[in-house]
T-cell receptor
Framework: GENVEQHPSTLSVQEGDSAVIKCTYSDSASNYFPWYKQELGKRPQLIIDIRSNVGEKKDQRIAVTLNKTAKHFSLHITETQPEDSAVYFC?????????FGTGTSLTVIP | EAGVAQSPRYKIIEKRQSVAFWCNPI?????LYWYQQILGQGPKLLIQFQNNGVVDDSQLPKDRFSAERLKGVDSTLKIQPAKLEDSAVYLC??????????????FGAGTRLSVL
């Protein structure tokens, strides 16, 4: 099955700086890559996603890039704000199933 | 649009006891997922339903876990008997599509289970 690795596990940035979280996947057939934000005690919320026929997608301060050849995709958050502090999960969809990374705890320091 | 509903939000039981969780997906969503999220880890799929049929239950510990979605709408997940290592948040999610068209998942708030 698919194996998704996520780095780093923790990340601290100063408010206003950028944050980058990276994921790799193993199954070249995976075709959909969502990113979820999970605040403490709350449900995972989809923040951005990308399909395998696209290399980059942007939504305001958030962007995702996908390199199918290298089998990795990254989340970029620019101009970080304290409310961006949360755990972020990447996932890869292969066939019917979603495979999640282990999460990155992002702390934005005011 | 109403979200995915789960109950209870919290449950504390002793090991070897039984517990059941309930999920009501978003109306019209054919696919329903149960995930186990252990503290500090990403969600791990336990079972996936398409309407009332099981699509994938390869990671469900079938000696103690069971799940059903009899009418293709709401679902229950049961653990019997519970072990200490079952302490986790149990997340339910749903999506509208079928097969390879399944894309966006919407998650419920989860049930936090503590096994003492």
């Amino acid at each position: 099955g698919e194996n998704v690795e996520q780095h780093p596990s923790t990340l601290s940035v100063q408010e206003g700086d950028s944050a980058v979280i990276k994921c790799t996947y193993s199954d070249s057939a995976s075709n959909y890559f969502p990113w979820y934000k999970q605040e403490l005690g709350k449900r995972p919320q989809l923040i951005i996603d990308i399909r395998s026929n696209v290399g980059e997608k942007k939504d305001q301060r958030i962007a995702v890039t996908l390199n199918k050849t290298a089998k990795h995709f990254s989340l970029h958050i620019t101009e970080t704000q304290p409310e961006d502090s949360a755990v972020y999960f990447c996932a890869a969809k292969g066939g019917n199933q979603f495979y999640f990374g282990t999460g990155t705890s992002l702390t934005v320091i005011p | 649009e109403a979200g995915v509903a789960q109950s209870p939000r919290y449950k504390i039981i002793e090991k070897r006891q039984s517990v059941a969780f309930w999920c009501n997906p978003i109306s019209g969503h054919a696919t329903l997922y149960w995930y186990q999220q252990i503290l500090g880890q990403g969600p791990k799929l336990l079972i996936q339903f398409q309407n009332n049929g099981v699509v994938d239950d390869s990671q469900l510990p079938k000696d103690r876990f069971s799940a059903e979605r009899l009418k293709g709408v709401d679902s229950t997940l049961k653990i019997q008997p519970a072990k200490l290592e079952d302490s986790a948040v149990y997340l339910c999610a749903s999506s509208v599509g079928q097969g390879v068209l399944v894309n966006i998942q919407y998650f419920g708030a989860g049930t936090r289970l503590s096994v003492l």
